[in-house]
């Protein structure tokens, strides 16, 4: 069968195993990066042409030159498929799509896999249970908002990923001084109401609008906690047959549905309240979890997000059948941790039950297996008590939270 043109587009160091299966069905691939990225150890053996986007600040580019440069490339190469690896370039993806009219995700559905605004909205239309929100264009809106829902609260970036930028507040008085210091990035926040509860995360594979793969962890370290207060991230995968998977399960299909993602890997985010037990849409992707989750979730169910998802673009681009293996039925867990030492001794936390070291600079990082789901749990503690007794390095949050 005759081979396609991928182009695949990142600001960051990811999507090694995208790109080498890409390859290996036959594919020709195109990468699109950051320059000062360049000498990471990027899958040279899969790639046909590498192009280099300077940046701005972290993650963006001049978008008129990426357009210009992509004007230049579709001269002399059709390209069949543009794929963005990472969060931050979901919308240059959709940039250029809509520009050519290639095949794919366009500006209007990438809004609701990366607007928090957006996703919000579609949920709340879909029947979709939401942390009350409210946008933050308008100061009566604002003080509405306040008077209606009780504090605390919690400024998001409609665009960022993870916990980036979230500003958790406590009274109307640093509300407004809040957005006021937001000048005229005003508009690129939400406000929301600040639910406590455990948080959780489904990682799932779409095939023609039909999901075919589901896993389902807990954060023991919610994203938020971890980014403002530092610490060690954990996570933990869900039993199959348990009442939290079955419940995420249902909420993640119904999501899915609603928003409209066709093709590909999908990171969905959900908070079940303290106070009322209830499941919350927090947010959604549309591109494989950050923070080494597919490492998580290939311990667990043996299977490799990053390779299914280009199993899933190569067969739509072919028209050709598509079927995931079934999982298997492993538990596993994840820690992360930012380490005093640039290349940390694993000595003592050797176990049978590690199935992988995570290799990183100043990081600690290991994914555990087991059958016996209290195995996990207990390794995850014992780890994260190690850690912060001789290794942990603290590194204040960008945006400093202001309670």
Same mark, same amino acid.
Not at 114 to 137: C, G, H, N, T
């Given at each position: 069968m005759k081979e +396609?043109?991928? #182009?695949?587009?990142?600001?960051?160091? &990811? /999507?090694?195993?995208?790109?080498?299966?890409?390859?290996?069905? /036959?594919?020709?691939?195109?990468?699109?990066?950051?320059? &000062?990225?360049? *000498?990471?150890?990027?899958?040279?053996?899969?790639? %046909?042409?590498?192009?280099?986007? $300077?940046?701005?600040?972290?993650?963006?580019? %001049?978008? *008129?030159?990426?357009?210009?440069?992509? $004007?230049?490339?579709?001269?002399?190469?059709?390209? =069949? #498929?543009?794929?963005?690896? *990472?969060?931050? =370039?979901?919308? +240059?993806?959709?940039?250029?799509?809509?520009?050519?009219?290639?095949? !794919?995700? !366009?500006?209007?559905?990438?809004?609701?896999?990366? %607007?928090?605004?957006?996703?919000?909205?579609?949920? +709340?239309?879909?029947?979709?249970?939401?942390?009350?929100? $409210? $946008?933050?264009?308008? *100061?009566?809106? #604002? @003080? @509405?908002?306040?008077? &209606?829902?009780?504090?605390?609260?919690?400024?998001?970036?409609?665009?960022?990923?993870?916990?980036? /930028?979230?500003? &958790?507040?406590?009274? +109307? @008085?640093?509300?407004f001084k809040a957005i006021d210091n937001l000048v005229d990035k005003r508009h690129h926040f939400l406000l929301e109401s600040f639910k406590p509860g455990d948080v959780f995360h489904v990682d799932s594979l779409v095939y023609n609008s039909e999901i075919v793969f589901v896993s389902a962890s807990q954060y023991l370290s919610p994203p938020m906690e971890v980014s403002h207060e530092g610490g060690v991230f954990r996570s933990k995968t869900l039993g199959f047959s348990t009442a939290e998977f079955k419940a995420l399960e249902q909420a993640n299909h119904k999501v899915m549905k609603s928003f409209g993602l066709k093709n590909g890997a999908t990171h969905t985010e959900f908070i079940r309240g303290k106070e009322d037990g209830k499941w919350y849409f927090l947010e959604t992707s549309s591109r494989v979890g950050g923070a080494h989750i597919p490492d998580l979730v290939e311990a667990s169910t043996g299977t490799n997000l990053w390779r299914e998802w280009a199993r899933i673009e190569n067969a739509w681009l072919k028209n050709t059948d598509y079927k995931v293996a079934k999982p298997t039925e492993f538990f596993a867990g994840l820690i992360i941790c930012l380490s005093k030492n640039k290349t940390p001794d694993y000595a003592e936390f050797k176990r049978e039950e590690v199935y992988k070291i995570l290799p990183m600079d100043y990081h600690i990082g290991l994914v555990y297996k087991s059958t016996d789901e209290e195995v996990i749990q207990q390794l995850l503690d014992e780890t994260a008590n190690k850690i912060r007794e001789h290794y942990i390095s603290i590194m204040p949050p960008k945006t400093k939270p202001t309670s």
């Open positions: +396609k043109t991928i #182009v695949c587009i990142s600001c960051y160091y &990811k /999507g090694y195993d995208f790109m080498d299966e890409m390859k290996k069905l /036959g594919n020709k691939i195109i990468l699109i990066t950051s320059e &000062k990225i360049k *000498d990471k150890n990027w899958p040279w053996h899969a790639i %046909d042409e590498v192009y280099y986007m $300077s940046e701005k600040e972290p993650s963006v580019w %001049d978008l *008129d030159h990426l357009v210009q440069g992509f $004007s230049h490339l579709l001269k002399r190469c059709k390209i =069949d #498929v543009v794929i963005a690896l *990472d969060d931050y =370039d979901v919308e +240059k993806a959709a940039l250029i799509r809509e520009t050519f009219r290639i095949p !794919g995700m !366009g500006q209007t559905t990438h809004r609701y896999f990366r %607007d928090k605004l957006a996703m919000r909205q579609m949920a +709340k239309d879909s029947q979709i249970e939401v942390p009350e929100y $409210s $946008s933050i264009f308008n *100061d009566e809106t #604002v @003080e @509405e908002f306040a008077d &209606k829902v009780s504090p605390p609260w919690v400024l998001k970036p409609r665009s960022e990923a993870s916990a980036t /930028g979230i500003i &958790k507040i406590t009274s +109307k @008085e640093e509300l």
